[in-house]
């Protein structure tokens, strides 16, 4: 083990940050196996490798902030603190999930936390949290709105119009962009000319950062003074995570665009693994309490699965409601 | 008052943003130019730049910002400058606003109101002319509307606003310069968005139309009538939902139906009249339904095509006029 | 020889790559994922990355360079992952490539083919599974092709890049598993571009689908059959321009229809399909032509909502018996 | 009058790009006169004061090269080589126009000479520009596509995308920004974050120049060198080009969002009546050829407007002609 960084905040964050690093891989796991027994279905992505990202970055917003994910969202949303029975339960499809069934892995939803969802149209939350960001500034709320994305979005026009909206308007609003190398299949040199992202967002003078989305801490400390230059009212900031996906796109996605060395080269840098290691050398973590905390997330997953289980499914007598206001269509 | 329908447009706007500070309105030169057709002319220098609110060119981006505010609280008017346009920002109107309420399990709704200018007429050719709102009125989640009187075009913003939904509304080139009569008294242009109207009673033949395709037709009743037929008009007002039992009283009673569209006649919304009717009144029609609808052609700029390529008065005259001569 | 409706349109594929440099197929993850219903798997490996292109996600500017390159003397293929990302594109569809040929007075033509899955059920949520092929079947100036059996798989593209003319195929998701076995011999899947089908004649009532809904309603037709009620199924196959003369002559023939489409039901293509039928053979109808479509909501996630809101074979059924008891 | 450079190329040159901005102003002329008449109708965008862009650049260009164009495309749409008479002709709707009258001015186009109009869609010319460069790159053609756009169309989604695709795949595309500070009544710092448009280019890893719009010369000097860079097979190159509308945005434009005096002074630098003073100076041109090339570019208005004016309208049964091949719909 080489020497490592001191972690630079207190114990208790530190032990927060693996905890809900652990909440989400055990969350993904029992949803892979689950998918495999047929109870979850659709497009399945996990986001297995990157709970860094989610842990570090979610975790520096207030409760008032607003959050715009994509279809890669368990982590978000379970850090942002909607319940992992609500999730779990959406992905059996039940109503008793924080989308009534309705939306499935892709389109988790939470209003009382301001978790927006879970969009599936790749660049398409981007224009939402730009709206987001105008409403607070015109309704004078202090909140700002995070929107995570992949580098796949950035070749959107939709990243670009969203880019140049917030700058223009200087809005509020912390671009997230999740940089795990591919898109699917395609990876980051064959879908973007430039390829260094924070010299795009900076074309449009956005403020760029970039942060170690491998690193838990690095992605805290970054997350941290990005918020802090929103939220001076100098406009929009852009986060690029470096990050990697460990498991394919989707449960159909056969992985064959990617050399195995490359993958098992970042596994090594495995979030989970480096950042205990990290805490353990430090002195702020024994085995024994890695141990119960995930133990801890297991339990959690095993009683949301149990829940979303048993729950049952809408009645198919209520499949128009919510469709519009009232009585529908 | 004598009014037009441009100024009763603006009319709502200028109250809509007096009576409530989480309106505003967005979109492609709405402020500094004064609107491309002017509706929102002078409404920049009375709201200020964040009120009225210019935006780039940037349609994707500016209607997902709408959405985006009306989730944040507000009550965004945006401004589309043409239907063909709109496609441009489509994915954000059909795959987001419409579908948010749903996916969502009914924890967010989007109240956003999307206004448009729609149809041809004004020789712009085939990127400016199309009347693409039967797309948008085939979307759950959207409230589709369409005001073809000076009446409709004061009234209609308000329910529109205070609807939890979104609303798109198009308003017909044609008759932003349409002129006349609307009294000062708020009632005389109160109204829902649920009803289609009946402009003109009649029991010879119903001629069902909206938007542009309003004034045509009471125009082709007046044919009709000097000749004896007594057409009944009916404004469908609003385009989803439809308001089937208006429709089906009215060709019940008088067993006969043209629909007039200014779409493409194949997959217009004519075509979703004609279903109803089929669905809901074939023992009571005696004859087939008529449809008067645009050639299928893009729209050609030259002034006689584009008039041939249009539902015009004469035409529904001649569709009615079978109609009535054939039974 | 034992096929499937995927291994089919990427046989398609093969051969129209193999047979004519011009042509090429581009999309995202066309290539070195294998296409994400593994429809284009090998192509890649096959024809070089030029002639199998992956594209950044930019479906606005892939599709418009694909409508540049058909101008510039290619025959490009273009896939679009899922029909909601087509609204990304739609602009470019429906302001460009449709139009051009009419713009330009008849001096440009668009030699482009799309391709895109479309539909639901396999549980994709309301991002992934709508049925928007009727929006571009009303566009005058596109082809709309939607294959629904192993040999229009096989077949259609090869008009359809004969086509100079821009041609949208429509591959629906749950039939890409689809086996069975289709003759070797290229005169099993050879296929004009033009008529729909009869996949099984009977002379009760005419089933009309197209896509998904056609192994539904010979699904429902042999449900039917045991009961002693013959049903006729006819598949439109090309959704633009619509086959009127087929449909007519059938339901001229049994007097009853009952038109199925995945698509929401106010304002789908199953509207059209009513509305020719009133046109066309309002006297011969025994009753009122009924339709099948999805439920008007955006497609839910769960299983048993999803299943609520498609098109069934029961559905079809209880459909068709209704109009056959009624008279 | 200050001093002036010397033009930099011969006299054959420079007369001709003279002549070319003077047939596209009394043309422009002609058409908003007409337009007053009645006889032309819908938009029509007028290009005066841009013209040293269109004659410059457009000169540059081979036979074989493609050109993509937007609704103020007269101008180039003349210099390119479609005949005067057929632009007046489309432009009051006649038979005998460059359109058969189905485009009207904002669809001029003229396939024998590789013009693909008159894109009325605010940047939905630029993939179409992007498509026909692979299509020459595929087939092994050396053209290259230039397209012209306004610096309101770098907002765009579409912009983006095309820019993006041009540079990943290194296409032969030429892109021709007139940046006029206007997009309706939108001026450029209302409509981008970052204004310096080279800059915004050269994100994409697009090599930028800039040109002075307002002087023949400069355009055609920094075309040409931009040209050379593409038809060298480095990719595509971005020029912006500086200029400005004399007129407002359309007939139907009050045009209240300008400064008279912004105006007047821009008017000053008019690219008329600066670069025929340049050639006076240099000895190149007297006043009597001047007025002579004038006169023979009214002659030709003059001839164009009577052709115009007596040619027949296409008959409305062929109304349905050329939607689709053959026998429509
Ligand atoms: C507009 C759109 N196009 C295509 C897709 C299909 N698709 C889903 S995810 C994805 C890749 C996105 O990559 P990236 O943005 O890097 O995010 P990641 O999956 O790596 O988290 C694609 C192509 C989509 N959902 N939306
Ligand atoms: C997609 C789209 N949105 C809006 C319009 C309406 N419109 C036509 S021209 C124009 C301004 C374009 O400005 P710019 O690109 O700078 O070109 P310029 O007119 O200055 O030549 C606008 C907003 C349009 N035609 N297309
Ligand atoms: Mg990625
Ligand atoms: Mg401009």
Known sequence: ?329 | MKTSYRDALRAALREALAADARVFLMGEDVGKYGGSYAVSKGLLAEFGPERVRDTPLSELGFVGAGIGAALGGLHPIVEIMTVNFSLLAMDQIVNGAAALRHMSGGQFHVPLVIRMATGAGRQLGAQHSHSFEGWYAHVPGLRVLAPATLADARGMLAPALACPDPVLLFEHVRLYNLEGELAENPEAWRCDIRSAAVRRPGDAVSLIAYGGGVPLSLEAAETLAAEGIDAEVVDLRVLRPLDGETLLASVRRTRRAVVVDEGWKSGSLSAEIVARLMEGAFYDLDAPVARVCSEEVPMPYARPLEDAALPQAHKIAAAARKLVAGT
């Open chain 1, 1 to 329: 083990m080489t020497a490592v960084d001191p972690v630079p905040f207190d114990k208790a964050l530190a032990i927060g940050l693996l905890s809900d690093m652990l909440r989400i891989r055990r969350l993904e796991e029992a949803a892979a196996e689950w998918y495999g027994a047929g109870k979850i279905r659709g497009y399945l992505h996990l986001y297995i490798g990157q709970e860094a990202v989610a842990a570090g970055a979610v975790r520096c917003l207030s409760r008032e902030d607003d959050i715009v994910a994509t279809y890669r969202e368990h982590g978000h949303a379970l850090v942002r603190g909607v319940p992992m029975k609500a999730i779990m339960a959406e992905m059996f499809g039940k109503a008793a999930g924080c989308s009534r069934g309705r939306g499935g892995s892709m389109h988790l939803f939470d209003a009382a936390i301001r978790f927006f969802g879970g969009n599936a149209i790749v660049g398409g939350g981007l224009p939402l949290a730009v709206g987001l960001g105008l409403s607070a500034r015109m309704l004078e709320e202090s909140r700002i709105s995070a929107c995570f994305f992949g580098e796949g979005a950035v070749a959107e026009g939709a990243f670009h119009e969203s880019m140049n909206l917030a700058a223009l308007w200087r809005l509020p609003v912390l671009f997230c962009c999740e940089n795990n190398l591919y898109a699917m299949g395609t990876a980051l040199e064959r879908s973007e000319s430039q390829t260094d992202l924070c010299a795009k967002a900076e074309s449009y003078k956005v403020t760029a950062l970039r942060a170690d989305g491998m690193d838990v801490a690095s992605v805290h400390e970054v997350t941290r003074d990005a918020l802090a230059r929103v939220r001076s009212g100098a406009g929009p900031c852009f986060v690029e995570y470096r990050t990697y996906r460990f498991r394919a796109h989707s449960m159909f996605d056969p992985d064959l665009y990617r050399d195995r060395d490359e993958v098992e080269a970042w596994k090594k840098r495995g979030p989970i693994h480096t950042f205990s290691a990290r805490l353990k050398a430090e002195g702020l973590l024994s085995e024994a309490e890695f141990l119960a905390l995930d133990a801890k997330a297991m339990a959690e997953v095993s009683e949301a699965v149990a829940f979303a289980e048993a729950a049952p499914f809408e009645a198919v007598e209520d499949l128009a409601r919510d469709v519009v206001a009232g009585e529908g269509p």
